[in-house]
Antibody, heavy 125, light 108 residues
Framework: QVQLQQWGAGLLKPSESLSLTCAVY????????WSWIRQPPGKGLEWIGE???????NYNPSLKSRVTMSVDTSKNQFSLNLSSVTAADTAVYYC???????????????????WGQGTMLTVSS | EIVLTQSPGTLSLSPGERATLSCRAS???????LAWYQQKPGQAPRLLIY???SRATGIPDRFSGSGSGTDFTLTISRLEPEDFAVYYC?????????FGQGTKVEIK
């Protein structure tokens, strides 16, 4: 059974950088794209971006200038870095499993079927 | 970017009643790449429906999805106490992936 476990700093000051990591346990790491999604308190969900095992990324244009994602295939982990945070970045951040990658490298779009437990980030001076 | 608009914002129903939730897209969604999620307070979203109409693993058959193009529907045939939650639609046919703003199903 695939599980995602995430961790990272929960309290930052404005202008600092957010760093989160998500570990994948119990399943294929190379066969999927892995996403980050966030949810401000009391609000809806926003997709931040995705990465695959080879480091290929797709970012939401609304955050692209501040987002960097990376991957560590030796540990089946992927990470999110969000620079220059402000109060507007206060949210619960989730990692999730998304699109499939076939043996031949074809990407099959898919829903987010496995989610991490979420990490609350508060940005406050 | 595809904008998803969910209606109604809040649905007040009693256990045993039927719930019908709507999700309308600003443009046609490729290959019906539309999903529905359920979220309860303090929890991560849970995938209910993918491909507009396929139930995810372990999802009861009282949940069903339908639609294509720009109009999609999630139906809960008979509400159980555990079904009162917020429901989101999401498209994964194009980038960026986008979510609707959510429909809250509350106890009447």
């Amino acid at each position: 059974q695939v599980q995602l476990q995430q961790w990272g700093a929960g309290l930052l000051k404005p202008s600092e950088s957010l760093s989160l990591t998500c570990a994948v346990y119990g399943g294929s790491f190379s066969g999927y794209y892995w996403s980050w999604i966030r949810q401000p308190p009391g609000k809806g969900l926003e997709w931040i971006g995705e990465i695959n095992h080879s480091g290929s990324t797709n970012y939401n244009p609304s955050l692209k200038s501040r987002v960097t994602m990376s991957v560590d295939t030796s540990k089946n982990q992927f990470s999110l870095n969000l620079s220059s945070v402000t109060a507007a970045d206060t949210a619960v951040y989730y990692c999730a499993r998304g699109s499939k990658i076939t043996f031949f490298g074809v990407v099959i779009p898919d829903a987010f079927d496995i989610w991490g437990q979420g990490t609350m980030l508060t940005v406050s001076s | 970017e595809i904008v998803l608009t969910q209606s109604p914002g809040t649905l007040s129903l009693s256990p045993g009643e039927r719930a019908t939730l709507s999700c309308r897209a600003s443009q046609s969604i490729t290959n019906s790449n539309l999903a529905w999620y359920q979220q309860k307070p303090g929890q991560a979203p849970r995938l209910l429906i993918y491909g507009a109409s396929s139930r995810a693993t372990g999802i009861p058959d009282r949940f069903s999805g339908s639609g294509s193009g720009t109009d999609f529907t999630l139906t809960i045939s008979r509400l159980e106490p555990e079904d009162f939650a917020v429901y989101y639609c999401q498209q994964y046919g194009s980038s960026p992936r986008t979510f609707g703003q959510g429909t809250k199903v509350e106890i009447k």
